[in-house]
């Protein structure tokens, strides 16, 4: 039985480390902030979140510190790697030593894949990853569970389209892992220069087909879940202008598929989805830039031993 | 009547949009907040502030946010556009659809004159105009508005001196449009280069006078709100030299007119001010700074439906 | 007799204005902040300070961010110069008259030596110095010595060694300044070409001894207070070769000292200290950090009175 207890003090550093009943409790305890998230609460009074930003990243700092002044905590930290004293030739190791002093818990951002990692080792405070390198990034699988969650009031028995740029994008990877735990149908709907990484696709353990036909296989999804797809990953800009509006979700697309098809995208969208999109009921991607904030509030909550 | 629930959940875009009835009340509720600023509430605890300065402005930023924080509430946002997802190719509507899920509130400055409506019809939560451009900088006109009726006791019956830039300086612009509201007489001083824009001056409603001679109707006026003149704005530096001395205002010149002169400016001043005037009781413009303040405190209280 | 109310609305901008009483005093209030840390504190609340960074000092500003915190005030300000009026070439006087009226006390950085003192005299309320120039950086010299005296439970009578770079290093300056207040002996320990500044060595009031040879002396130590040694100080790189590997702090050089030697440094470290030295009970350089806090808790306490 997972209790709260179990993540007091705990870092959050890959949904890797997660199993079924973890991840339905942290799902469960997202659901429990919606109301708090509205009404505020003083629940994380006199705590201090440090955002450390070693890279850019306005969504997610905003969502993380969001959810901390929610709970009634405060912030500090950097955004701008610049303003940092990795420019002294700082080990990570050792800023992460000196800002634990700071701080009762860090959420960071950083271009090394194993950044999150040595931070977590280094840090006697508990550290959020908030995406390292090209890897993890389990705040945004979590959000993206709770969100299809809290559309369709379950995520067993979906069928669900990932779509996009399945090779390089990672919030599909974590995602795709993700889902793993549960019972869904995955279709890996890309242009075949993008098909899902190996790496990932060889751990996927639920049913999934791979196609290119966005068009043909959107009348069985549940859940579409768009992403980027960028030119510059083509070598022939032929190939990349015949597929890019096989890939352009439009409301008639939209209304292709089942009345309460959702559609979520991580963000930024660039054209990928169209903006009459937007007030279709269908529209999730905004949001779900909500359940970010409620599944960081119970993370936050969760790993400073306040639940 | 005006009533504060008016304003509840509206954005704050233009002086435009606002009657004499509109600011009276607005610059009432400023006043209602200079007690309120001194000793602290927690009128606004829970809430919280997002600052999306697309464009660097300490001054505005620092207000909002210390308008909020006086209030109870807090603040989340960047300073530095350059660590947005504007950069990831989003539109500011995206941008504003997804900050929306952080925050009750915005407070945002952008280099594109419509940026702030555009953010407005994006948003569900209000937006304040904190500059968009050349254009509007609604809160400024207000402060300046309060400040001049706190210094003075009222607004109707002033002789008004607005100097410097008045063709490129936008805060000249939205304070005269303000002023059209009010009972007063306007004095343009300006070098003949830089007399204010024919947009502005055909809006004018009050009676003014175009004039390049500060000197001459410095003893008329009850409050001079001074500009900076940019060097870079004459074609011919003879005659940039030969005015610039007719507008650096110094103890003596402040001394040739009425004793209870109100010297304001919007700052930063270059030289346009000597320092020797600041400690005169007829400086306001530092004096002026805090009466931002008290006008974010009240805008902020309103649109959050906490007056 | 020293007493709280001797700091209310008072700058803290150089050791230089403190005797035994002042230091001890403040030492004193820093370890009431000890628990108050812990538990955090509502001391504060409704006050705002301004952190006005215009040269990049994570550390340092987080640090005053974190002590205002765990004290229940709030945080505005920047980190950033190029975000600021500065560059509107506004006077550092103007820009400290016009942040005043957002806050209710400043914690500054600036690059320049005499900027600290000409923000506190332009402003009417306290500014805290947190680095100027190559100058004086008080709350830093404060820590170390709140840090030595809650290590070994006393300053007086300690024998210590400042190592590394005695003539650039500030922070051995200000800390050799403040050591004369005590009855210590200090050793100097560095290369020849970096021998401590002579503007600072001429002042010291203690026995002190100058030396290159850090194994010799160590045995004598109770407090080894390392800095960092930058190569390109040296004109010889056959010296620096020569030289560096003497002022490597490791295991077993710490294990050649007194059993409970203590082992400082101001931070960043680059390889001076190996990092097997940080599970070591005697490295202390990482709970310095958090001394930081404590010592900037007592004085934004005691500076806003409310003590």
């Not at 905590?73 to 030739?89: E, H, I, N, R």
């Not at 990932?162 to 890309?190: K, M, P, Q």
């Amino acid at each position: 039985m997972v209790k709260a207890s179990d993540f007091k003090g705990k870092d959050v550093l890959s949904m890797r480390d997660y199993g079924r009943e973890e991840i339905d409790f942290l799902l469960d305890k997202a659901t429990e902030m919606v109301p708090v998230a509205e009404k505020g609460s003083t629940l994380l009074r006199g705590k201090i979140l440090a955002t450390l930003f070693f890279e850019p990243s306005t969504r997610t700092r905003l969502s993380f510190e969001s959810a901390m002044l929610r709970l009634g905590g405060s912030v500090t930290g950097f955004s701008d790697p610049s303003a940092s004293s990795v420019k002294k030739g700082e080990t990570l190791e050792d800023t992460i030593k000196t800002v634990e002093n700071y701080c009762d818990v860090i959420a960071m951002r950083h271009p090394e894949e194993d950044a999150a990692r040595r931070a977590a080792a280094a840090a006697k405070i508990p550290v959020l990853n908030g995406g390292s390198g090209s890897g993890e990034h389990p705040t945004q699988a979590l959000l993206d569970l709770h969100t299809m969650k809290y559309a369709k009031g379950k995520i067993d028995g979906l069928t669900i389209g990932l779509c996009g740029d399945l090779l390089y994008g990672r919030t599909t990877h974590s995602l795709a892992l993700a889902l793993n735990h549960f019972d869904v149908e995955l279709y890996l709907i890309s242009p075949k220069e993008l098909t899902m990484k190996p790496d990932i696709l060889k751990d996927l353990k639920m049913k999934h087909t791979a196609t290119t036909d966005l068009k043909k296989v959107l009348p069985k999804l549940d859940v579409l879940y768009d992403t980027r797809i960028q030119k510059e990953r083509f070598a022939d800009p032929v190939q990349y202008e015949k597929l890019k509006d096989a890939y352009i979700i439009d409301p008639k697309l939209v209304k292709s598929g089942k009345q309460d098809l959702v559609v979520m995208h991580p963000l930024p969208r660039v054209n990928e989805i169209t903006t009459d999109v937007d007030a279709m009921p269908n529209a999730w991607y905004f949001r779900q830039v909500r359940h970010g904030v409620y599944v960081r509030m119970a993370l936050l909550a969760l790993v400073l031993g306040a639940l």
